[in-house]
């Protein structure tokens, strides 16, 4: 599994450096503390019983003396069998000990180790003496002196984990600030300049921002004066000629109809282009009925020689955005339903699964288009493939996406198997939030 997050992996990898450290403590305190210490008093017992078990005195002959004498060293001396024998062979051979007692036993000597009920318990068996085995309690060797070594150690791994999961933290704070800034950049919105705070390489990619979103907002209040600019100074000369052209003489009918087409067609253009350029302000959303609008736009669209069938979910909730945009929204995908339809639109309404959208859903029994061409369909200026016509000015589905984007909701598209085009945009639900500020704005 690859864990993508950078807070993930600076936890993943402070943690394993943790454990390595403490794993390298252990080792360090067992072989340069510990060991030295038993082999040291390692040499001391197998210089003591040496003395003892030598041939060359007559304490090897004599059992009673040898026993008092290896009892006054703490060590006893039992038969291999019974219950001596079991914990004998439970107990975890050290090679390193066998040798140098073998060494200086001059007799082949197996040492091992095992925790007993109140301290570490050194187990011995001897060629020297080789049905007995000989116990060696390590009273100064408990385990409870490793207990605070232990706890302590835990306790600072938990502090140093706990410190270092803070401090990532409060560094990826500003990282996710940027996240969501970004975001809503990329929805056409601008946010709040941040603070500028933080490590230095992100206080100069927070200020980068910044300076970012106020260029990106100083380009769309150009483009949008821009714009008022050219349609202001556009429609006055074509609402010139309109007016001149009414004025024609009868006989000049059939040419008058032609340009008042035209610049009704102007006209509509620059309508078009003003809709794809407005921005949506999401301060002044409120509480949307789909149906209400849905059936606005039926009314408005349908006529005498085109059948618009509804089917409307009466249970839906209210839908959160700007009524007037995602009526604009329905009323492209109605009229380009129509206008590539076969004589037959269909509007549906209803909900998801989860309850979070609602939506709307425009369908017709046109040709319907190339799966190829369906991922361009809602880009600006494109008016479908070859089967879809060529009329419009493009922008119609490309204001749809555009709308849908800026309420944050979805847009899916496919071709219907009776033949025809299905569109379906969704919009998020008003929620208890959204709702208590919509109230709010109402009772000002």
């Known amino acids: 599994m690859r864990f993508r997050s950078s807070f993930t992996q600076s936890i993943l990898l402070l943690i394993s450096l943790l454990i390595a450290s403490q794993a390298f403590s252990y080792f360090a305190v067992f072989h340069y503390a510990l060991m030295p210490s038993l082999q040291q008093f390692n040499k001391i017992l197998a210089h003591?019983?040496?003395?003892?078990?030598?041939?060359?005195?007559?304490?090897?002959?004599?059992?009673?003396?040898?026993?008092?004498?290896?009892?006054?060293?703490?060590?006893?001396?039992?038969?291999?069998?019974?219950?001596?024998?079991?914990?004998?062979?439970?107990?975890?051979?050290?090679?390193?000990?066998?040798?140098?007692?073998?060494?200086?036993?001059?007799?082949?000597?197996?040492?091992?180790?095992?925790?007993?009920?109140?301290?570490?318990?050194?187990?011995?068996?001897?060629?020297?003496?080789?049905?007995?085995?000989?116990?060696?309690?390590?009273?100064?060797?408990?385990?409870?002196?490793?207990?605070?070594?232990?706890?302590?150690?835990?306790?600072?791994?938990?502090?140093?984990?706990?410190?270092?999961?803070?401090?990532?933290?409060?560094?990826?704070?500003?990282?996710?600030?940027?996240?969501?800034?970004?975001?809503e950049v990329g929805r056409?919105?601008?946010?709040?300049?941040?603070?500028?705070?933080?490590?230095?390489?992100?206080?100069?990619?927070?200020?980068?921002?910044?300076?970012?979103?106020?260029?990106?907002?100083?380009?769309?209040?150009?483009?949008a004066l821009l714009m008022a600019g050219i349609s202001h100074d556009l429609r006055t000369p074509l609402t010139r000629i309109r007016l001149a052209t009414e004025m024609m003489s009868p006989e000049d009918s059939y040419l008058a109809e032609g340009i008042i087409s035209d610049t009704e067609e102007c006209n509509e253009i620059i309508s078009q282009f003003m809709d794809?350029?407005?921005?949506?302000?999401?301060?002044?959303?409120?509480?949307?009925?789909?149906?209400?609008?849905?059936?606005?736009?039926?009314?408005?669209?349908?006529?005498?020689?085109?059948?618009?069938?509804t089917a409307l979910n009466d249970t839906i909730k209210p839908a959160f955005g700007a009524p007037i945009s995602i009526k604009r929204a329905l009323t492209n995908l109605v009229v380009n339903a129509l206008r590539y339809g076969d004589g037959w639109v269909k509007v549906s309404s209803g909900m998801t699964a989860d309850n979070q959208l609602v939506w709307l859903c425009v369908e017709d029994n046109g040709p319907g288009i190339e799966p190829s061409q369906i991922g361009r369909l809602f880009e600006p200026f494109t008016r479908g493939d070859t089967a879809r016509g060529s009329e419009g000015t493009g922008l119609g589905l490309a204001i749809v996406k555009r709308i849908v984007s800026q309420h944050q909701g979805s847009l899916m598209v496919n071709n219907r198997r009776e033949g025809g085009l299905q569109v379906q945009i969704s919009f998020p639900v008003q929620s208890a939030r959204y709702r208590g500020r919509s109230l709010g704005k109402k009772q000002q």
């Open 188 to 223: 056409g919105e601008i946010p709040a300049p941040l603070p500028e705070k933080g490590a230095s390489e992100i206080r100069a990619v927070t200020k980068a921002f910044n300076q970012m979103a106020r260029d990106i907002q100083a380009l769309e209040e150009d483009r």
């Open 276 to 309: 794809y350029l407005k921005p949506v302000d999401r301060t002044h959303f409120n509480s949307v009925d789909l149906n209400a609008i849905a059936g606005e736009v039926v009314a408005a669209e349908g006529s005498y020689d085109v059948a618009i069938v």
């Open 48 to 183: 003591e019983l040496h003395l003892v078990l030598r041939d060359d005195n007559d304490i090897k002959d004599d059992d009673v003396l040898r026993r008092q004498l290896l009892e006054e060293l703490g060590v006893t001396i039992h038969p291999a069998d019974g219950k001596a024998l079991e914990e004998y062979h439970r107990a975890m051979s050290i090679d390193l000990m066998s040798e140098e007692m073998t060494q200086e036993l001059g007799e082949p000597t197996d040492v091992r180790l095992l925790l007993g009920n109140e301290s570490y318990i050194l187990w011995m068996h001897t060629d020297a003496l080789p049905d007995a085995l000989i116990r060696v309690p390590l009273s100064e060797l408990q385990e409870e002196d490793f207990a605070p070594l232990f706890r302590n150690s835990l306790l600072m791994a938990l502090l140093i984990i706990a410190g270092g999961w803070l401090f990532i933290r409060l560094q990826n704070r500003p990282l996710s600030a940027l996240e969501s800034a970004a975001k």
